[in-house]
């Protein structure tokens, strides 16, 4: 009788808190869509942001372009870095103590902050080198931010390759660079692009690194990287600073959790498409 | 032959490039707070609830944004554990391996939602609730930025929790089935027992992830320089260097401070994921 109620008591407790888990994430995403969904359509998308305040009219083309050009850049830069120290860390470094201090100093900045990080681009990248608030800054300092992110998952998905394959390959006289090129990145592609999409969405929503760094209340379309830019994650920071949510507001931030959403969707189905082969 | 030498050379030096980098920012930070401790002294950091950093006699005490972060990271986890550990238990034992293909995607979804939006929807629906209904002047609090940072770092709690006891349910179930246990008896004194230490280990990593979180909690605390109280406005350190780095000139005392702040809450960060992985040491033997 008592086991049995303890047993309730269990039941009880993790099917209230996976409704409530749910709930929460249903609540978020609907509210958003069903708030913002009606505000969205082309005039919006195409149209440059109006009015005063400003964006209580007009639409949020150069924030679109703006957030692309950031995690444009961010990408870039990130998974050339991480996908070459993976591959470094995997195949040619022969020294455990260095693998050891290469791996702490992913892991320390992998543990930074994002706010720090964007400290550290404002005094560095803006000031010092002189780049100024410009997409280059912001792109760099995301992409610091993605890089852990990105070296973490390819170094991952490259010690599942079969050992066995790598080793019939050398035994057969081909190089290193061959077999890495292609064998390696021909078997691990598919997994690669995903985590470089993943971390794309992830640099896209982050607002945090940019603020000071790139990312400004108007601008139009960034033209080269060294001009700064509008992006969806600040424009909506700035504003519900300005006060009580308007639907361009919503607008904006269903445009941004789409995007995410798509980045991560098309992540997400292409590992399971590969894996359905 | 050659290409296979350049290609070894690019890719040792695209990695001394990185580790360069990553090391350096670690060196530029540490660098960059001398000034403000050789001003304050460690020990005077910590020492106040003052932090005036511009002024003709600047006191830099950064105690009351250190308890901050602490009280409404803790709040978070203490507000999100019970529910993600739950959800982990729902989604491991009792949900079908079907049911369970369908909503674990909804979780990965819910962590890879920009922050600025969980501070967007916690100023209308968490704040605003507050302002209605407790007759607050001001919604924006630490139980506020609590409730908002529980409901980011929920997903990273499900997930570990998850992902631990769904490999035990499996290691066991032939046996304990076999041995006609009931599903119940086996979620209570078998798999949460085991799932201890991982739980353990999910709620410190949550807990990180909680204090460096910036944009979310900034949105929604008030962001005055005070000493947590629940109802009460209050300013973590992610938010005092957001909302304080644009208006410090370089050089200046204050811009050296912001630096030591940032230092401070890289080295608690870092005191906590040696706990995580103390803990997944211990987990392992």
């Known amino acids: ?277 | 032959m050659k290409s296979d030498k350049a290609f070894e050379l690019i890719i040792k030096m695209f990695t001394l490039v990185s580790v360069t980098i990553l090391g350096f920012i670690i060196f530029f930070i540490g660098a960059e707070s001398i000034p403000a401790f050789r001003h304050s002294g460690v020990a005077g950091f910590f020492a106040n609830e003052r932090w005036h950093p511009i002024g003709a006699e600047p006191v830099l005490s950064i105690l009351p944004m250190v308890l901050a972060t602490v009280y409404v990271s803790f709040l978070a986890v203490a507000i999100a554990l019970p529910i993600g550990v739950g959800t982990a238990v729902f989604l491991s034992c009792i949900a079908g391996e079907s049911a369970r293909r369908v909503l674990k995607p909804f979780i990965d979804l819910m962590a890879g939602l920009p922050s600025v939006v969980f501070g967007f929807m916690g100023l209308i629906v968490v704040v605003g609730y507050f302002e209605r209904h407790f007759s607050m002047s001001s919604g924006e609090s630490a139980l506020a930025g609590g409730i908002v940072l529980a409901i980011m770092i929920l997903p990273y709690i499900v997930s570990t929790c998850d992902t631990t006891m769904a490999g035990i349910m499996k290691s066991y179930k032939i046996s304990s089935d076999s041995l006609g246990v009931s599903k119940w008896h086996m979620v209570r004194y078998l798999v949460l027992p085991a799932a201890k230490r991982s739980v353990l280990a999910g709620a410190v990593l949550a807990l990180a992830r909680g204090m460096g979180e910036t944009m979310a909690v900034m949105m929604v605390i008030g962001n005055s320089p005070l000493l947590p109280r629940l109802l009460g406005k209050c300013e973590t350190i992610p938010a005092l260097i957001a909302l304080e780095m644009g208006g410090a000139p370089v050089g200046s005392l204050h811009y050296h401070a912001l630096f030591a702040a940032g230092l401070i809450l890289i080295i608690m960060r870092f005191a906590v994921s040696m706990a995580v992985w103390r803990i997944k040491r211990g987990a392992d033997l």
């Not at chain 1, 260095?98 to 930074?112: D, F, H, K």
């Not at chain 1, 390819?154 to 790598?166: A, F």
């Open chain 1, 1 to 277: 009788m008592d086991k049995k109620s303890k047993y309730t008591r269990l039941l009880l407790w993790s099917v209230l808190s996976s409704a409530l888990t749910f709930a929460v994430i249903f609540f978020i995403i609907g509210y958003i869509l069903l708030k913002g969904g009606g505000t969205v359509n082309a005039e919006f998308l195409l149209d440059s942001p109006k009015g005063f305040p400003l964006g209580s009219s007009g639409g949020i083309y150069p924030a679109i372009m703006g957030s692309l050009a950031f995690t444009g850049v961010a990408c870039s830069v990130a998974s050339l870095l991480a996908i070459s120290t993976a591959i470094y860390l995997k195949f040619y470094c022969s020294s455990r103590r260095l693998y050891n201090i290469v791996s702490l100093v992913i892991e320390s900045t992998a543990g930074m902050p994002s706010i720090v990080l964007g400290l550290f681009g404002y005094t560095l990248f803006v000031l010092k080198m002189g780049f100024g608030v410009s997409v280059l800054s912001g792109g760099l300092v995301l992409g610091i931010m993605i890089f852990p992110f990105i070296e973490v998952r390819v170094e991952k998905r490259l010690s599942e390759i079969e050992q066995e394959m790598l080793l019939s390959s050398y035994a057969l006289g081909v190089s290193r660079y061959y077999t890495i090129k292609r064998l390696v990145l021909r078997e691990a592609l598919p997994d690669i692009i995903s985590s470089v999409a993943l971390a794309g969405g992830f640099a896209m929503g982050a607002t945090a690194p940019i603020i000071l760094t790139g990312a400004v209340i108007y601008a139009k379309a960034p033209e080269s990287v060294m001009s700064p830019a509008m992006a969806l994650s600040y424009h909506l920071y700035v504003l519900v600073g300005e006060g009580a949510p308007t639907e361009y507001v919503y607008g904006t931030s269903t445009v941004l959790v789409l995007l995410i959403l798509a980045i991560n969707g098309a992540a997400m189905l292409f590992g399971i498409m590969k894996r359905g082969e």
